[in-house]
């Protein structure tokens, strides 16, 4: 039986990166990006799969109908929203035509793509989507002085992971599986078309990031960080979500009584 996957900004980086593993695999494949020539090129040289390309930009309401219709009319197996852009700067300083692009493509194109796909996956009783994220996600608490400030692009991941815990609850016991792909600093042109040079800065290959994104579905995460050893501080997270959440009450908190 064929097993179709379709990868959001599969020109490149974590996204190529996919594209390939899972050609290997045996996937035939939808692949989207901006960059045309690109995704001939990748289709030219993977002959032993069907490859679909679609040329789509994802910061438009155009391009993410596009996927969107391919999503609710193809029977996938699995879905990578992976398609990004950084723009890392303090919201004052972001030109609005940025934070449109970045909450766009990061927010809204995995939202309406996964929607589109997630109710033929139920009703197919298989499937899986994977949203790339990055732990960045959990930097918020951080002062300045540890990690600059870049509330738009730590607020669209921190949307993904929320997102995805929740979808991956709403699908349990229909045979789809949900999973927020959570990776540190990765090797890819990712940060160079930012003008950042991240060289000095150890950093993952984006084959290990799409190993652990994988395994991690094998293994059932809903939360993978491919960096973290030690899984029981992500588990650590969680609880400590959930006891905020099960501790709210109707009463004000003492702390917000005046005295």
Request: proline share 5%; hydrophobic share 45%; aromatic share 4%.
């Amino acid at each position: 039986m064929s097993r179709l996957a379709l990868v959001t900004g599969a020109t490149s980086g974590i996204g190529r990166a996919f594209a390939e593993r899972l050609a290997a695999d045996g996937y035939d494949l939808v692949i989207v990006g901006r960059r045309r020539e690109r995704l001939e090129e990748f289709a030219a040289a993977h002959p032993e799969v069907e490859v679909r390309t679609v040329a789509a930009d994802l910061s438009t309401g155009e391009g993410i109908d596009t996927v969107a219709e391919i999503c609710a009319g193809e029977p996938l197996t699995l879905l990578v929203n992976n398609a990004g852009v950084a723009h890392y700067m303090p919201l004052a300083d972001l030109p609005a035509d940025k934070a449109r692009e970045l909450v766009t493509v990061k927010v809204l194109a995995p939202t309406m793509i996964s929607r589109a796909a997630v109710a033929g996956m139920r009703d197919r009783g298989q499937g899986a989507i994977i949203n790339v994220a990055g732990m960045i996600a959990f930097s918020g608490p951080a002062p300045h002085s540890q990690m600059p400030r870049r509330a738009v692009y730590a607020g669209t991941l921190a949307h993904l992971v929320a997102m995805s815990q929740c979808l991956s609850a709403e699908l349990e016991g229909t045979g789809v599986k949900v999973e927020v792909l959570c990776p540190g600093v990765v090797a890819t042109e990712f940060h160079e078309r930012q003008g950042l040079d991240m060289s000095a800065v150890p950093r993952m290959t984006a084959d290990d990031v799409v190993t652990a994104g994988l395994r991690g579905l094998e293994l059932g995460e809903v939360v993978c960080a491919p960096g973290v050893e030690n899984a029981g501080l992500l588990y650590s997270v969680f609880e400590a979500d959930l006891a905020a959440f099960k501790a709210q009450s109707p009463d004000l908190a003492t702390r917000y009584r005046t005295s």
